[in-house]
């Protein structure tokens, strides 16, 4: 353990000497809307057009298909596990989301909690004040300090950017990254290191997913219902549509529908390597993917948000010094190869979360 923790340094201090990071300006900012998973994609840009691309992953909703609006819901809403209630403007308060279970984590510091408005939307509205996240944006809970930190600043300098440009939640987290003073950073760093992973998606392997659609970067059910085969994807949809939207329910995580054989197959991937097409994931992320030192925790993270990053890094999108590291894992990785990883690296079983039982 204690070597390999020495050889990721020995190589991460190289790829520090070697790689100059230029800052570029970025422009614009903002967009997206409601649901924190920017609703209603730039139609104007193209989806990439690599052969790797996980279309899967990015759950970008076709031009036009943007869901109606509804009439304003003003009733107060209640989920299980709670007496607590709270109307929709409540639970999707950019100011300070409804905070529906307090006792699950500690106590979040402002900027969490609240933001700093204009400016900084509260991270808790689209990461939830668990830090769990959705698959839209992604699950911060239980990263390192210094993982956050240093992620957090390459947002700010340009050199974490979505390999689908038409993510543009991910220039919404741009422009909060820009605008965060050291010390609400390091706040937040700390409050989301200290709130541990645990169960939030389960795997399941499967020939037929039910029909979705992609709304706000989510895939939620279909009205009209149907079934249709899986196809080469991950399909991550919540455990329950209305749980997740409108309510917003921390404890409510979701499933991840996969090929049949696709669990396995990504473990010889994750464990050996592949012969050669890829690395061993263990030897930097730890033997059971949880961690170590400085590099992130993987394993049963949200398979959709970890295959933006394995594309995001392959088209160089994302290109932080810490990301050199990455660079020969993700080079020749096929969408085949993005489905196997992160079927099974989501499948890693987890600590159970407050109030749910552990399901993989
Ligand atoms: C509007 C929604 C939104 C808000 C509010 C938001 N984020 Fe994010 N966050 C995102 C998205 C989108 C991503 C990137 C997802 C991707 O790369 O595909 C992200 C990614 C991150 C990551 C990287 C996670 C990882 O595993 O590398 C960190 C850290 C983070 N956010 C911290 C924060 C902090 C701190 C705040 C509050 C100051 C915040 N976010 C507020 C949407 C949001
Ligand atoms: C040589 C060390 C090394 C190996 C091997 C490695 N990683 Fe990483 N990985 C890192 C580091 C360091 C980071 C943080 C990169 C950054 O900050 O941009 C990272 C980041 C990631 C991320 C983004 C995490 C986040 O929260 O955004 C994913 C996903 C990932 N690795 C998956 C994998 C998979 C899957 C494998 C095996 C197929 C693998 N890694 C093998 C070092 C490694």
Sequence with gaps: ??????G?????????????VSAQREGGGGGGGRGGGGRGAAADVPAPSGPNYPAWAYA????GAAAPAEAPDTSVHHIPGTDRGFTVAQIADIRGPADWFPEDHPMMPPIVAVGRQPQVRSCSYCHYPNGKGRPSNGGVAGLPVSYILNTLNDFKNGVRKPGDPRKVNVNQMITFAKNLTPEEARSAAEYFASTPWTQWVRVVETKMVPKTNAEGSIFFKAKEGGMEPIGMRVIETPENDEQTEPLRNPRSGFVAYVPVGAIKKGEELVTKGGNGKTEACTVCHGPDLRGLGPV?????????????????????????????LMKPVVAKLTNEDMVYITA?????????????????
């Design 1 to 6: 353990m204690r070597k390999t923790l020495t």
């Design 8 to 20: 990721v340094f020995v190589i991460a201090c190289a790829a520090l000497v070697t790689v100059t």
């Design 344 to 360: 099974y690296v989501s499948s890693r079983p987890m600590p159970a979360a407050p109030g749910t039982k552990a399901t993989n």
């Design 60 to 63: 970008i909703t076709p031009p």
């Design 296 to 324: 992130p925790g993987i394993a049963g993270r949200s398979p959709s948000y970890l295959a933006r990053q394995l594309y995001d890094m392959q088209v160089g999108a994302r290109h932080g010094e810490w990301t050199e």
